[in-house]
């Protein structure tokens, strides 16, 4: 059983999230929960352009929190690189929330904002 050590907010999570909506509060909450007991069964892989994204909860919610585990980032996915990625206390163990929103909403905006700080091939 593997268990996430931090969880942060992506600058681009705390753009959507919006705390006086109870639904986005309740999955967020209980998203944290289940990455803090057992982060290897949270979450269900995105595929193509948006991996190493994961979202959640699975099935017919009209909320989706789309996140990011470290251990998959690799410190390499996004740029600029976030500010915790580039700390000392950062751990492979954590994971980031990346967006949430309604269903459609999120895998539309969420990966086109992903797309947008996904890094570029470095050039020799």
Known sequence: ???????????????SFNPKN?????????????LKTNVATTGEQLKGDS?????FPRGHKDIRCLF??????KKEALEPKCSFCESDEHSMDDAVLFYIGAHDEAYK?????FQEY???PKSD
Do not use: T
């Open 68 to 73: 990011i585990l470290c251990r998959d980032c």
């Open 118 to 120: 996904k890094s570029k």
């Open 109 to 113: 905006e969420g990966k086109k904002k």
């Open 22 to 34: 109870k639904a986005q509060v309740y999955e967020v909450d209980k998203l944290k929960r289940y």
């Open 51 to 55: 991996v190493p994204l994961k979202s």
């Open 1 to 15: 059983m593997s268990e996430c050590k931090e969880i942060h907010h992506h600058p681009e999570f705390n753009n």
